[in-house]
């Protein structure tokens, strides 16, 4: 490799990304964006070689590669920030689906048990696990709240950094939320863990770096899971990277395409 030369260009996007052609396959939130050749628009605008793919798959490469996942076959990577998204490596190579879409496990609908159906995260038209784990959710949680006449310090326009310190500084609302959150991305894990059997299980995003109690919830979850065996052999780890993740990622893109064996 000559030195100082810029080998590519790795770029992350939310949705779903069509890897090979360079393209947003799919995302409701960004209108105007799917079909369009993004790979080739920045190819011809720098001259550089670029690669596009989605954000929690970019980031789980980045882990893998350089990260809590260095030196591991078989890991998921859970993303969890406004929404909650997974990226899954199987023997060594990460898994994009013949849709691109392995992973998004946001978009899941679902059930939920009677107790989450009263639980203040719940708002009567959540559907799926995307909208009831995303950042403006747990804002909007905090309103109703004190709506309710819950007990806290937290003010009707509190933040997550503001759910986060409160939770700290043990806030009845704040810690409330923080272990419902945790009850309900444990039973993604359980679920996750029991089908695939990683040997590394990632927990990545700001409140999963901040707040160690959130990771302490979805152990608790585990511990008491029926299947026992993927339980007791998988390793519950919280990224290394942290919000440089996607970033290292990018050139994780990069690195997969220079020294790709297929």
């Known amino acids: ?18 890897y090979h052609a360079g393209c947003l396959k799919e995302n409701p939130f960004l209108e105007g964006w799917e079909g369009f050749e993004l790979r080739r ?27 809590t996942g260095y030196h591991v076959k078989d890991m998921i990577c859970l993303w969890f920030e406004d929404g909650i ?4 490596v199987h023997n060594g190579k990460l898994i994009r ?4 879409s392995a992973g998004e496990i946001g978009y899941a ?8 159906r009263k639980t203040l ?13 995303s950042f403006t959710n747990l804002e909007r949680t905090i309103r109703r709240g004190i709506e309710q006449g819950w007990k806290t310090d937290l003010k009707m326009d509190s933040t997550v950094d503001g759910l986060i310190e409160a939770a700290l500084a043990r806030d009845p609302l ?24 990683p040997s590394v299980f990632l927990l990545s995003g700001v409140l999963f770096n901040r707040l160690p109690m959130l990771t ?10 029926q299947l026992k065996a993927p339980l007791e052999t998988v390793e519950l780890r919280t990224s290394t990277l942290g919000e440089n993740g996607i970033t290292v990622g990018g050139a994780a893109l990069v690195l997969e395409h220079l020294f790709k064996t297929e």
Request: overall charge negative.
């Open 1 to 18: 490799m000559e030195p100082g030369k810029a080998f590519g260009m790795g770029v992350a996007v939310p949705g779903i990304v069509n």
């Open 41 to 67: 628009y920045l190819e011809e605008k720098l001259n550089i070689a670029t690669f596009i793919e989605n954000d929690v798959k970019t980031l789980t490469l980045g882990e893998f590669q350089f990260g």
């Open 85 to 88: 998204g997974a990226g899954i």
């Open 97 to 100: 689906g013949v849709n691109y």
């Open 109 to 116: 609908e679902f059930c939920p048990e009677v107790p989450f």
């Open 121 to 133: 995260l719940m708002d009567g038209d959540s559907g799926f696990w995307g909208k009831v784990l």
């Open 174 to 197: 704040a810690l409330y939320i923080v272990r419902q959150a945790g009850q309900i991305l444990g039973n993604i894990v359980l679920n996750l863990i029991y089908t695939f059997d």
């Open 216 to 225: 302490d919830e979805v152990q608790q979850v585990l511990r008491k899971g």
